[in-house]
């Protein structure tokens, strides 16, 4: 039986993206299906859609159409689009009318703060559920260490984390690392530094792409 693949998958993205959601949760059902066939390390990278939003954010309606230059029924639209392929991953996406949208900087230190202890695809999970599911504050300190304590870290460490300002320059750092490399729009899954499979992709697309990445890799 030949040893697994080694891979590694830099999976860029954003807390309030919500392809970012479905990317996420196709990848790691992707994943699964592949079985003892790859030895795969999901690394969470950061990417603000919005990084010019205060933490008190915006309503997320008027901010898209705002943005895209689209009206509410094309908003209400996408949203049916997104429930649905959320839905058939097990994923329930509740933004509607009167949802908001948030500053994400302080999530992605807290996960870049996660990923030192291993519990970096936990947190990430429960700020998608936080924000799409149940529109929670995710800009929010206490919100974010509530969350931290949810996916098995301590959430008095937390706290202090978000208060200090640490990890401000590491992940400024990786935005602009991926950024210089081309990353303009999110999910993005790039595999062992070289392979680009852009966009929520659904399982299927997901696993042929590792499929045909790891049989060029050497285990």
């Not at 966009?199 to 697309?205: I, L």
Request: charged content about 20%.
């Amino acid at each position: 039986m030949n040893a697994p693949a080694a891979l590694r998958i830099d999976f860029v993205s954003d807390v309030s993206c919500p392809w970012c959601a479905i990317g996420l949760a196709a990848l790691e059902q992707a994943l699964d299906r592949l079985g003892g066939t790859v030895q795969a390390k999901i690394h969470l990278q950061p990417f603000e859609l919005n990084p010019q939003l205060s933490n008190a954010g915006e309503d997320a309606t008027e901010h898209l159409m705002h943005k895209y230059g689209i009206d509410m029924d094309q908003v209400a639209a996408n949203r049916a689009v997104i429930r649905e392929r959320a839905a058939a991953l097990g994923f329930a996406f509740n933004m509607g009318v009167g949802s908001r949208i948030y500053n994400t900087f302080d999530a992605h230190r807290l996960l870049h703060w996660a990923e030192l202890q291993d519990r970096h695809l936990a947190l990430k999970k429960a700020l998608l559920r936080a924000y799409f599911t149940d529109g929670e504050d995710v800009a929010s300190h206490e919100v974010l260490a509530r969350l931290a304590g949810e996916a098995g870290l301590d959430h008095v460490e937390a706290r202090r984390v978000l208060e200090s300002g640490v990890y401000a320059e590491e992940v400024r750092a990786q935005e602009a690392f991926f950024q210089q490399r081309g990353i303009r729009s999110v999910p993005a899954t790039i595999v062992n530094g070289t392979h680009l499979i852009p966009g929520g992709q659904p399982p299927e697309v997901f696993e042929q792409a590792l499929r045909e990445i790891a049989a060029a890799t050497p285990a």
